[in-house]
């Protein structure tokens, strides 16, 4: 079943239940060695199926419930393997949004979670979104309106130092001032450890130009901190733009139609500016 959480619509089974978490992996047609994460009610749930180290309680205190997400040592807890492709690690999260946290009360258990999307499409920020290309794939979806956040969450490895696996939801300035420290992000060449971090990801059909102050003819232009019937925000506000990107681009695609273009403007590298140009970029890699 699909929920809202406050970062994106997740697509939800029971952790434990390998039947309905195989169902997430064909519904999405996502590669069997991309792990799931975890969605739990609160960090006691979480300890049962991640060994905490004092950093990654330190983080729990700070930003749970919210968009953090942590890979720490998995333990023994009788998750599905699907859940983390066989790795040693597990990818756990206690989500913020009212519909995402009654729904775990009620079921009594953690539930693995993607992003409601086919793989490698734009993650969905709105029930209509989840249907509009999951329906019929899938038993339902909780219409929590439209999702806060908009982007995914920030994912966190500690292994045991930390590192930027994926930038998101919670600002990467938010953990280094917790932590007091700067946080290293995955170097680009390394080995993938996430699929989350595969390059061409997020993909619109329409072709993406970045950067764009003046806009070709013909293309389709999305506007920042600038009036436009395609505009991330008038006023420069990063909340509002990450929480219009996804519904921006998908309204800008259908508008550029089979083999159009889209151009979107520079936005701020800032803050959650730095997610956003992590989700355009990958929009706008060759496929
Ligand atoms: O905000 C979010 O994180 C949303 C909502 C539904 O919670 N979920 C989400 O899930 O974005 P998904 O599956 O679209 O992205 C999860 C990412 C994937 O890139 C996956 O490879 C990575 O997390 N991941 C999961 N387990 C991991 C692990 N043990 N080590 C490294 N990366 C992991
Ligand atoms: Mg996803």
Known sequence: MAFPTETVYGLGALARDDAAVARIFAAKGR???????????????AREVAHFDAIAERLAAAFWPGPLTL???????????????????????????????????AVGASLAAPSANPSGRVSPTTAAHVLDELSGRI?????????????????LGLSPAPVLLRPGGLPAEALEAALGAPIARRDEAAAITGPGQMVSHYAPAARLR??????????????????????LTETGDLH???????????????AAGPGGAI?????????????INDRLRRAAAPR
């Not at 979107?264 to 500016?273: I, Q, T």
């Open 31 to 45: 590669p069997a060695h991309n792990p799931l994460i975890v969605h739990v009610a609160d960090t006691a749930a």
């Open 71 to 105: 890979v720490l040592p998995l333990r023994d807890a009788g998750l599905s393997p699907r859940v983390t492709a066989g790795l040693p690690t597990v990818a756990v999260r206690v989500p913020a949004h009212p519909l995402a946290r009654a729904l775990l009360a």
């Open 240 to 254: 509002e733009a990450a929480a219009r990107l996804f519904a921006t681009l998908r309204a800008a695609d259908a």
């Open 210 to 231: 970045l950067d764009v102050r003046d806009p070709t003819p013909g293309e389709v232009h999305i506007a920042f901190a600038a009036p436009g019937p395609f505009t």
């Open 139 to 155: 038993d339902a979806v909780l219409d929590g309106g439209a999702c806060p956040v908009g982007l995914e969450s920030t994912i």
């Open 263 to 275: 151009s979107v403007a520079p936005v701020p590298d800032r803050g959650l500016g730095r997610a």
